[in-house]
């Protein structure tokens, strides 16, 4: 699937009337829950530093601009040298005992690049592989002459003994089978269950799609995850006391799953437009309860009524 872009044509905040409350390199902190939001590049090693006080991460979840739909769109080989600085940066951050996801396209009409350069560039760094998670889309890109394009890759690595909790699916178990001899009596598998639902393998099939008449959908973005996405890896892969990193904040998802899972959000983007936004969302879903904006504009929002979050600016 076509990731989302890295463009400021279609998001200058100037354009659609959003001034940016951080000015490049500047980091804003919530006082209630500890979040920090700033504008400012993945790459740049002394930004990620400062961003996350050179405090170690237990999860993070990259979801970088994919090279299928980048304007202007760089080479492989360009794209993979721009990847492996902010994974760099990441690594740096993470704990001894951490995980790291990272969503990646593949383009099938470009020899599906460029995830297998991305996966072959990762074989370098000191991480076990654990799973490559597809997610699929309920719409999809195609045409009558190829397959329907309908999927996004996920991919999950591990540093050291990192925390794994099960999860389950909404989806209830309706088939009996896989037997198997328990304390010497034969059970089958329902019997067995710790849920009435079926665990997620890798290939989700349960999550929606974000699409405009979801609450959670922001409109002036593109290509954004589902929140239910998020939450699953942050409940999977962090406990209450862990702080989450997403430098590429986007719409604002990984802050909000954190936000609603208790757990510690640092994040950041380049674009100011997704900055504002990302720290509106919160704003926005402490005062209505609201995961987004579905059809209104969220240009338009301004928080109502005394807001108990507070900034902290750290210049670049």
Known sequence: MPGRTHSTADRAPAEKGIPCRLQPGEVWQDEQSGHRVGLGDATDFDFVSRLTEDKPITLAVQDPPYNVAMFPRKSVEQYIAWCRNWVENTLHVLAENSSLYIWMGADQKRHFQ??????????????????????????????SSNWMAVRQELMYYTRGKAPFAVQYTDIPKILRGYYKTVGGRRTENLERSHSNCIRPGNVWVDIQQVFYRMQENIQTLRAQKPL?????????????????????AHAGTTLLACERLGRRCITADIEPM????????????RETGHTG????????YQP?????????????
């Open 228 to 248: 239910k996405a998020i939450e699953r890896v942050v409940q999977a892969s962090s406990r209450g006391s862990d702080t989450v990193l997403d430098l590429f």
């Open 274 to 285: 997704c900055v504002e936004l990302t720290i509106r969302r919160l704003e926005h879903y």
């Open 293 to 300: 904006w579905q059809q209104d504009d969220p240009l338009q």
């Open 304 to 316: 109502i009524g005394n807001n108990t979050l507070t900034e902290t600016l750290t210049q670049g």
């Open 114 to 143: 460029p995830l297998p350069q991305f996966m072959i560039m990762m074989a370098e760094f000191d991480l076990q592989s654990r799973s490559l998670i597809t997610m699929r889309n309920q719409r999809g890109y195609g045409t």
